[in-house]
């Protein structure tokens, strides 16, 4: 069972840009689809986008483009989702997961990191 | 707002079936597209319970099962438990590359 570590909390200002770790031990890393997804206090989970490292295949939330930037080191096997402009509105814990089927982004997320809790404020 | 609606909060008695729906439309739900659903423990993150409209990840209790008909998609906890309160969420993709979690239902044993 792959294992995903995240990078420790973060507090950043307004207009300023975060960039989140996750990185996978213990399984296959390159064909599994890594996603990001949030959750703002007391919210519910919401989707930001995703990548296939072995392509660089990337998806985004249509919320997100422009403002969200993931990637992928297989060498290292760590994927990474930066954050920019960030507003309060970002308030939340950020979660990396990995998808049950390679190549598949829907098939469901089986690997969860611990999250990352992103706090912006002035 | 989510495309994916589900009741906000659902109670039962140790012991007793209950069922959460997820209510979607024919572009997302009622289309070619597979609902999965997960639970998440308060400050822990999401697992994932449910793939692919009705099948369990090894390791999960054969006490929850879902089904897929029409636009909405439901969870059925047979024979809630104590340790079964938390909140679920479906999910699905529902088109535009875009991949979307319902509103989240808090269940509570009573």
């Known amino acids: 069972q792959v294992q995903l570590v995240q990078s420790g909390a973060e507090v950043k200002k307004p207009g300023s840009a975060v960039k989140v770790s996750c990185k996978a031990s213990g399984g296959t890393f390159s064909g599994y689809p890594i996603s990001w997804v949030r959750q703002a206090p007391g919210q519910g989970l919401e989707w930001m986008g995703g990548i296939i490292p072995i392509f660089g295949t990337l998806k985004y939330a249509q919320k997100f483009q422009g403002r969200v930037t993931i990637a992928a080191d297989e060498s290292t096997t760590t994927a990474y989702m930066e954050l920019s402009s960030l507003r309060s509105a970002d308030t939340a814990v950020y979660y990396c997961a990995r998808a049950r089927q390679q190549y598949d982004f829907w098939s469901g997320y089986e690997s969860w990191g611990q999250g990352t809790l992103v706090t912006v404020s002035s | 707002q989510s495309v994916l609606t589900q009741p906000p909060s659902m109670s039962g008695a140790p012991g007793q079936r209950v069922t959460i729906s997820c209510t979607g439309s024919n572009s997302n739900i009622g289309a070619r597209y597979d609902v999965h659903w997960y639970q998440q423990l308060p400050g822990t993150a999401p697992k994932l319970l449910i793939y692919?409209?009705?099948n369990r990840p090894s390791g999960v209790p054969d006490r929850f099962s879902g089904s897929k008909s029409g636009n909405t998609a439901s969870l059925t906890i047979s024979g809630l438990q104590a340790e079964d309160e938390a909140d679920y969420y479906c999910?699905?993709?529902?088109?535009?590359?875009?991949?979307?979690f319902g509103t989240g239902t808090k269940v509570t044993a009573l």
């Open positions: 999910c699905s993709y529902v088109g535009s590359t875009t991949y979307v």
């Open positions: 692919g409209n009705n």
